[in-house]
Each structure stands twice: as structure tokens, then as C-alpha cells.
């Protein structure tokens, strides 16, 4: 039972929770409105029974009084068959009297009308007697009335006390029906009341399901529809048979969801390319690329972007870019990312050094990306730039152009003060002082000339210029370099020797850069040779893999030489004063010399940059063996001259011109 009364319950609540609030709102108004109006007709039928139930009482009570004076003087005779005559004829005479009881002082009952033809006739007969209240006979001055209910109505009790000349005789109990015609309008106003109750809820219940059929079931259809719509479910239909105005509405709503749906067929292939050729770019880029929405979660993330952060081989859609980046990246951008958010500034660019997954140096930019009104925010792109480069380069700029600066001020300002001198106390000098003077100031315009010489040569390596590398003698540069420095080693007692190996063959090299190898190392190695020591050339074929055959072009496949090639190691060593171990790491740095540590022999310390320049283009690398006292030799080795790689060899990163070279560095200067 309790089962299904539950049952029930929940089929009404589920039934009650289908109605709109408006609908709800009217049944509670009808409610209310239908039981203020019964209960004013209910209100209204009791009233009507309260006046006759008092108008019955008024009636049974003067009626009890007026019969009890005339059967007193009877019942103190002791006359009980008048009385009982007088009585029937007075019951006969009116239909409102129920019943009559005559009890004696003690109660008990000595004549009632009607009375029972088989009682009389038979002399077994049940005593009764009337339960009083007890101080009854000594308050009896009103009669006493009640009600009480019938198998054929309400009848009204009035007690009437019998007394003759002062004696209390008994009790006179008459019932009196209730009014007819007051019960029957009553009863008639009553079951009127409860039909017009029932009929008014028959009609709101009949209302509400028309209602919900009609009415309610269609507008919930085509808002469930117009939400499948928004969320893109275009193959929404509503198929209700209705006519008249829902019916029109339901079918301009199938066909407009019919052309959202042909609509969205055509234009789905052309967005799709779109998305895929937007994923294609922003992959692509450079630049790492990360885009987040308004709860800074993360949208897309570029493959440069993962490598930056390390995040290769995550899936980070849908998570919180504060949750994912660097402790470091992370206290930087929290405030300035909610602040975007919030509308407060429109983007942020920070310089952040990163130490994992490696150490590099990026610039981190943050943009808010707005809807095409441009009113509010729909996310922020953040374009994640490594400059790591960039500063080493900005760096080595700076130093560049420090270390020039401070090379080429040395020898101007000596210039300046000698040729001040020889303007202002030209006079007061002698002519031996004054051709000291100019041959000082004359050095030092040498000097400053091969400054800016090593200079210009070493950014002409540095340059994106094309070098051709073709068949060299190399005993070609190294006869002339040796004459180039022959005096200058006669001059300071310094033997100079050439060791280079019969039928040595042809290298593949550029002629005059070899030649400026040369005269840089063999210039350093007089420098720092003292006199009575020797500097010595050689060169001698070295068999064994070629160390960069990937520069050279392929051999035929019956050309053997390729297996085994053979390289050509040149040496240029000397006995002078060595090289510290500690120095030999930045001996080919720009500027460095190593007289600044040793002694105070000039130099622009640009001489070996040029050579391990030099060399780098002939794709080998310059090495060195040296200890403090003893000496220093370089070598390198360069790979022999093919037949088979007749075309000339072009070493090629980008075009620069000379001239544009020359240019570059006369800014910089």
C-alpha cells in the first residue's frame, strides 16, 4: 500500500513539474478562488440549520411548556388514560413532533407516543426511565434541550419538568423534527456547492491537459529544438500534428533547421581547411605559440613551444598554464595573466632565463585575443620567442666593439700627443727629437693600419661571402711567405726552415687565404721566437679516412681512392717562448695576446681569429702543441686535390658582397 501510494506520488509530481510556473500560478489562483467560494456556501448552509435548529427549539419549547400545564393536573390525579388521549390526539394534530415521553419523578417511563401495539398486548414489558441530571428536579425552571442524529434526520430533545402546585411530578421528553422545506433547501444548497466545487476542478484539470497538449507539449518541443540548434544540432525536427499558428511555427522551424543543416554540409569542408592550414601555420612557426582562454587553460600548443618548455609528448588541453610552466616563468606572469584577463591591460612582454630543459634566454609575449567587435576578451595568445642567440650575438657585439674601440684609441691618441708636441714645441726640439717624434707617430699609423686591416679581413671571413676552393701548390705560399719574412728573420737571428715532402700533391684550397695563414702564423712564431732560434715550415702527406669527405663530391664507383684518401698536414712550429696551458683554450679569441701575460711585445690580437676563420672555410680545424719554454707548433690538415672534384668547390651560406663588408665594419669603426 505504502508503495503505491508513493507511486503515486511521484507520477503527480512528475506530472505537476511538466506545467510552466504561469500554468502553476493559475491552478493555484483557481484552487484558492474555488475554495473561498465553497467555503462562503458551506459557511452560508450552516448558518441556515443553525437558525432552524434555534427556531426548532424556540418551537419544541413553548410547545413542551404549553403541553406540560395542560397533562399536569392529569398526572397529580393519577389520570393516566386522558393523559395518554389528550397526548395521542395532540400527536395526531402535527407533524412536528417526533416522539412523546411522559417519566415519573425517578425517571422512569410510564407512557410514550407512539407507542407499539404488540407492547400493550404483551405483559412482559422492558422498564425505561430517562437519565437526568442529578439537581435536575430542583433547577427545573427552563426546559433542558440537545440534538441528536437518526437514521431519518437530526431531531431536537426538549426536557419539559411536570410540576402541579409546587410538586415536582416527572419529566415530559418531546422530539421535534426539523423543519422540512429549511432541510431541503439545505441539502439542496449543499449538494448545488459540491457540484459547482467538483465541476470547476473537472474543468481546470480538463483546461490543463488541453493545455499541456495542445499548447504547453509544443512550446517545450521548440525550445528543446531551438537549444539543439544553438548547440549545433542541426538535424533537429519537430514532428507534432498540430494546425493554426503552432502548426505554421513548427514548420518554418523544420525548414530553417533544414538550411542550417545543407549550410552547415557546404561550409563544413571549406572550415575544416581552414583549421588545418591555421594548425599547419602556427606548427610551423618559428616562434613557440601557446593559446589559452579566459580561465587561462590551454587551447593549442605549437611544437616550438613544447620544446621550449619541455612539455614533448603531453597533452595539455584542456589544463592550467600556470600549473605546467617554470617555477620561474611562473611568478612572472600569474599577476600580469590575470590581469588580462580581467580586462586591466591589454599585454605583457617579458625577458625570462630558463634553466630547464636547458639554460637559454626568451622573450615571452602576451596579447589578448577579442571577438570581432573588439569588445570583449576571448582568450590570450602567448608567443614564446628563444633569443638565446640573439643575446650571445648582442653580447659578443658589444665586446667587439669594446675591444676596438679600446685598440684603436691606444695608437690615435699616441698619434695625437706626438703630433701635438712636434705643433707646439717643434722649435724647442732638436732634429733628432723631432724625427723620433714623427717615426713614433708614424708606427703608430702602421699599427692602426693593420688593426683595421685585421679587422676588415676578419669580418670578410666572418661574412656570408662565397669562397672557391680549387686545386693549390702548397709549397707555392710557403716559399713566398718565407721570402715575404726572410730580412725580418736575418734581422733578429732567427733561422727560418722549409721541410716540405717531395711530389707533395695539390691541396684543395683557396691560394690567398692559405697565404695569409701563413704569414699570420710564421709573423707570431718570429715575434715570439727568441734570437738564435729556428721556425720551421712543413708539410708532408699524411694517409688515412678523409676527415671531411661529406664536402667533397662522390667518386665513381670504381675509383678506390675514396676508401683510403689521403690529407696533407702542414706544420708551422718555432722555440720560442710556449704558450701557458691556461691561455692556449682563448689563444684564437679576438684581442687576446698573449703578451698582455708575458711581455709587452705589440699586436692586434686578431691574428689567429683570422686563421681559425681561414681554416674553418677549408672545413678542417687548427690545432696546437706548445709548452712554456720550449715552443709552439700549429698544424691543421686540408684534404688533397681529386680528379674527380674538377667542378670548383663553392663554400656558401648566404651572398655578402665585399663591399658590404667593408662597409659593415667602417660603421662599426
Known amino acids: 500500500m505504502l508503495a503505491q501510494l508513493k507511486r503515486i506520488r511521484e507520477i503527480i509530481d512528475r506530472w505537476w513539474s511538466e506545467f510552466t510556473l504561469r500554468t502553476r500560478l493559475m491552478a493555484a489562483a483557481t484552487f484558492v478562488f474555488s475554495l473561498v467560494m465553497s467555503g ?13 435548529r434555534l427556531n426548532d427549539t424556540r418551537f419544541g419549547s413553548d410547545l413542551g411548556l404549553l403541553l406540560a400545564a395542560n397533562v399536569a393536573p392529569l398526572i397529580a390525579e393519577n389520570n393516566r388514560t386522558e393523559v395518554a388521549k389528550f397526548s395521542h390526539r395532540f400527536y395526531s394534530s402535527t407533524s412536528s413532533v417526533r416522539y412523546m415521553l411522559y417519566a415519573d419523578d425517578e425517571g422512569n417511563i410510564f407512557l410514550g407516543i407512539p407507542f407499539s401495539e404488540t407492547e400493550v398486548q404483551n405483559s412482559l414489558t422492558i422498564r425505561r426511565r430517562i437519565q437526568l441530571p442529578e439537581n435536575y428536579a430542583t433547577n427545573s425552571e427552563r426546559p433542558l434541550v440537545r440534538q441528536h442524529r437518526t437514521p431519518d434526520g437530526e431531531v431536537t430533545d426538549i426536557f419539559v419538568p411536570l410540576t402541579h402546585e409546587g410538586d415536582y411530578l416527572g419529566v415530559l421528553a418531546i422530539g421535534i423534527n426539523p423543519n422540512p422545506t429549511l432541510v431541503r433547501y439545505s441539502n439542496l444548497t449543499r449538494d448545488f456547492t459540491i457540484a459547482v466545487f467538483v465541476s470547476i476542478w473537472v474543468m481546470v484539470i480538463l483546461g490543463a491537459v488541453f493545455n499541456a497538449l495542445t499548447i504547453t507539449k509544443p512550446i517545450k518541443e521548440l525550445l528543446k529544438g531551438v537549444t539543439n540548434i544553438t548547440a549545433g544540432n542541426f538535424k533537429q525536427r519537430i514532428d507534432l500534428p498540430l494546425g493554426g499558428e503552432l502548426g505554421e511555427l513548427i514548420v518554418s522551424f523544420n525548414e530553417m533547421a533544414e538550411r542550417l543543416e545543407r549550410y552547415e554540409e557546404q561550409n563544413i569542408e571549406e572550415l575544416t581547411a581552414e583549421k588545418a592550414k591555421l594548425e599547419t601555420l602556427v606548427s610551423t612557426i618559428a616562434d613557440g605559440a601557446v593559446l589559452l582562454d579566459t580561465n587561462l587553460q590551454i587551447i593549442l600548443v605549437n611544437p616550438t613551444a613544447r620544446r621550449i618548455f619541455g612539455w614533448e609528448g603531453q597533452n595539455l588541453a584542456g589544463e592550467n598554464i600556470l600549473h605546467h610552466l617554470p617555477m620561474s616563468v611562473q ?21 625570462l632565463t630558463l634553466s630547464e630543459p636547458t639554460e637559454r634566454t626568451v622573450r615571452i609575449l602576451l596579447t589578448t585575443v577579442l571577438d570581432q567587435y573588439r569588445e570583449s576578451i576571448k582568450g590570450i595568445a602567448m608567443t614564446v620567442q ?6 650571445e650575438l648582442n653580447e659578443a657585439k658589444s665586446q667587439f666593439i669594446s675591444n676596438v674601440s679600446h685598440e684603436l684609441r691606444t695608437p690615435l691618441f699616441n698619434i695625437k700627443s706626438f703630433i701635438e708636441t712636434l705643433h707646439e714645441f717643434g722649435e724647442d726640439l732638436s732634429e733628432e727629437q723631432r724625427r723620433e717624434f714623427l717615426e713614433t707617430a708614424n708606427n703608430e699609423t702602421d699599427r692602426l693600419t693593420r688593426l683595421v686591416n685585421d679587422v676588415l679581413d676578419l669580418s670578410r671571413l666572418e661574412s656570408c661571402r662565397i669562397y672557391h676552393l680549387e686545386a693549390v701548390d702548397i709549397a707555392q705560399p710557403v716559399e713566398q711567405t718565407l721570402r715575404t719574412y726572410q730580412l725580418n728573420a736575418r734581422d733578429k737571428g732567427i733561422e727560418l726552415i722549409q721541410e716540405i715532402q717531395p711530389d707533395l700533391p695539390q691541396v684543395l684550397g683557396h691560394y690567398d687565404l692559405l697565404l695569409q695563414v701563413f704569414a699570420n702564423l710564421v709573423g707570431n712564431a718570429l715575434k715570439f721566437t727568441e734570437t738564435g732560434g729556428r721556425v720551421a715550415i712543413r708539410a708532408y702527406v699524411l694517409d688515412g679516412p678523409l676527415p671531411n669527405a661529406h664536402f667533397l663530391p662522390a667518386a665513381d664507383e670504381d675509383d678506390k681512392t675514396n676508401d683510403k684518401a689521403q690529407i696533407v698536414r ?23 695576446r698573449v703578451e698582455n701575460r708575458v711581455h709587452t711585445l705589440e699586436g692586434t690580437g686578431l691574428g689567429l681569429s683570422i686563421v681559425r676563420n681561414i681554416i674553418d672555410k677549408h672545413h678542417t680545424t687548427v690545432h696546437l702543441v706548445s709548452e712554456v719554454g720550449v715552443g709552439t707548433t700549429f698544424w691543421f690538415d686540408l684534404n688533397v686535390f681529386q680528379e674527380a672534384a674538377a667542378p670548383v668547390e663553392k ?4 651572398p655578402a ?6 662597409s659593415a665594419i667602417a660603421r662599426v669603426l
Open 40 to 52: 462562503l456556501t458551506f459557511w452560508a448552509v450552516n448558518t441556515i440549520q443553525h437558525d432552524a
Open 331 to 351: 611568478v612572472e606572469l600569474t599577476r600580469p595573466l590575470y590581469k588580462i584577463v580581467r580586462g586591466e591591460r591589454e599585454g605583457a612582454e617579458f625577458r
Open 657 to 662: 658582397s665585399e663591399v658590404e663588408a667593408d
Open 651 to 654: 663554400v656558401r651560406v648566404e
Open 570 to 592: 702542414i706544420e708551422i712550429s718555432d722555440t720560442g717562448i710556449g704558450i701557458d696551458p691556461e691561455d692556449q683554450e682563448a689563444i684564437f679569441d679576438r684581442f687576446f
Open 386 to 391: 628563444d633569443i638565446t642567440r640573439e643575446v
